[in-house]
Structure formats: structure tokens, C-alpha cells
């Protein structure tokens, strides 16, 4: 058996070729987009644990400036190619494939049985021992002056997963946060040098330091020290001596709130790379705007309209970025993207009228009511910018191209045409 990755894995009724770049349902190959495609072959091969939505964009949009929606919309349109169980939500933390690895009919995919046994075993770690999701172990950090404290504590987050280092007093664990990046910190108060309420003094004035979670193992008894820990923000407060069971909850808490606070941060990121004062003149760009068309005159259950519109979603985006596109705004019916080149845009354009054709015939043939779709395109210069509140971010595109590409679209679909463009984009093309 070879030592390399498999190029072909059954998962039940699932066959996935990654060679071939194909999927096979029951036999039967499956029509997956490139993003799709490469969605599903990082859950697969990443399958023995959560892997964060962070980390699936930057595997499936490398370098691009991608809203989550994205990866929400490929998510719904795998789940419903391989059913809604094969890929699992878990809150907070991100995606896992769920499905069984099932016996292949090639010696490069079948497994012994000592390997299907640590796979297994590893799988069930990790449901005991959850560490930092997109990564195999959290980076700890231990704080007290007290040497059998310190060998426990350290042991005990050994055996959960994570990677431990020790510091004997609060002025030695200060220079270790400042020269390691560490992602929680296990912290006694009553320390020689710089005790604990010193450090945590020290980490309220530094961003950096900020990022590194907090929960606090001290023997002081009242409320007072944990109030006074609490307003300088440590996550949790354990009383020595502790407990095993409580340790890991807490630790395991504490994690999977640090990685919350950073998806949310690295979100924002993605939404506002430059923050949310940078604005910037895209002086030749095609807009291309597509929307669904009389929704309202067709009768919908709650449920088949939401089937509706992330069946439809899924097509677009696929159409898009298959041309290099990128989706600028997306408001559940209609979507608005970017491109750098005429021929790209009305590729991705004509793409998108065959998508529509075989998305009603399937329709029509399981009995539902077919749509229609106005889609428009015109060239010029934009401004591009981001709008910001205190809890919502959004893209935005402001100048003629975008107006004229929306009032296009919206001709198109009364017009039950294929796709409208300005005279811009027939300029360029001729120009090609």
C-alpha cells in the first residue's frame, strides 16, 4: 500500500475521485463546481476533526476577500449532493465530515486494520479532548511559583492535547507572552516578583497580550479577589486545589470562546482587510448584477423558498468565481460581482443562462414552478469601499456602472432575456 494520500475514498454512497477532480453518488457522477470541489476535499481530508471556517476559506479562496455567505452557500449545496447528514455544523467552531470511511475496491484507498483502529481512536480523542479548532493543540501557558502545582497542572493539559509551557513567577510568565505567541494562560495569583493582579495590570495595557485567554487557579478565598480578577479580565477563576474534570471544562470553555472571538475578528478582516475607512477607486472594472425575477407572483412555502434560494445561490457563486470573479454584494435574491476583464463577465453571464436553463428543467421535472433571472453588465470606473456600525460590516460599490448594471438586470427579466450589457463592455470586447 502506498504511503501517500488515496485517490479514491468511499464514503457509503459517496465516491470521491480526487485525481479525477469527480464525485459519484450511488454511481452516478455528480456536476460539482471547482469551489465545491475543493470545499469537499478539505473536509474529507481533514475528516478527523472541526475544521474552522477560517481556515476553509483560506484553503478555498487563497488570497481573495470572500464573506462567509460563500461558504455557508457551498456548505448547503453539498449537503443536499451528499445529504444533509455528511456534513456537520458544530456552533461556533466550524464544519466536520461525518461520514464513515466504507471498504474501496483499490489497494491505494483500503485500510488495515490497525489503521482504521487509530483513526477511530484518534476520533474518539478528539471528542474527549477538543483543543483549539485548526489546529491539534492549544498553546498554554502555566503561571505559579509552586513546583508540584506547576508539574500537575502542566501533566493535566499535557493529556488533554495542548502544548504547555511554564513559568515559576508572574515577571518570567510577562517575558514569555511577549516573546510566544500563547493561547491561554493559567495564572496563580500569589507569585514572587510580579504577582498575578500585577500581570493581569500589565495584560489590560496591551492588545497583544489582550488576545491571550485568562483563567485564573489561586488558593485566596472571598469574593474580592475574583471580582478584581473578573474586571481585569480573566475568563475563569478555579480554587486550588483543582479538580481534574472541572480543569478541562473550564480550559475547554475558555478555548472554544478565544476561537469564537477570533473567527469573528478574522471575519471582519476579510470584510474590511484595510478597516473600515479604506475606500479605493477600481478605475476599469465589469460589474455584473443577477437577481431572480417574480418571486412574488409564485406561491412558496417558507421552506421551498429558502430551498429555492440557496439552490440558486450556489449556482450563481459557482458561475462567478468559475470566470475569476468576485462577489462584492449578495442579498439573498441577487448578487453583485467584480470583474477585471469584459470577456470574463459575459462568459461568466452566459454561464450563468445555461445554469438557469438546467436549474428549471430540473425543477419543472419534479413538479415545481420554474423562475426566471435578469442579469446585466456594464464597464466603467467604481469606488469601493466598506460601511461600518458597531456590529455589522458591508461591502459596498458606488458609481455608474453599478447603477446601470442593476437597471439592465432588472430589463433583462421583464424581458425574459438572457443577459443585457452597456455599450463599455461591447467596446471591449471588440477591442479583443
Sequence with gaps: MNGGPASRLVFRHIELRLDERRVLVDGQTVALGS??????????????R?????????????GLVVEENNLQVQISGLRRVLGASAIATVPALGYQFTLPLGPAETADTAETADASEKRQQAQQAQHKTPALAGSLSARVLVADDNRVNRLLLCRSLELMGHQVSAAANGRAALDLLRQQPFDLLLLDLAMPELDGFGLLQERAGDAALRE????????????APVARCIELGVEDFLHKPVDPWLLKARVDASLNAKLQRDSQRAALRRLMPGGPSEARSLPDVTVLVVGLHGLAALEFLPEQMQ????DWCTLMFDAVEGRAGEVAQFCGDSLMALFRTPQAAVLAAQDIGELMGAFNEERLAAGLAAVSSGC???????????AAASSRAAYACIGTPVAQAQRLARASGEGGQGFLMDEAVRAGLADQ
Excluded at 212 to 223: D, Q, Y
Design 307 to 310: 430551498e429555492l434560494l440557496s
Design 35 to 48: 469551489r465545491s470541489f475543493d470545499l469537499l476535499k478539505a473536509l474529507v481530508n481533514k475528516r478527523e
Design 376 to 386: 446585466g453588465l456594464a464597464r466603467g470606473q467604481i469606488l469601493a469601499c466598506t
Design 212 to 223: 491571550v485567554a485568562v483563567i485564573v487557579t489561586s488558593a485566596l478565598g472571598g469574593v
Design 50 to 62: 472541526v475544521v474552522s471556517k477560517e481556515e476553509l476559506l483560506d484553503e478555498v479562496w487563497p
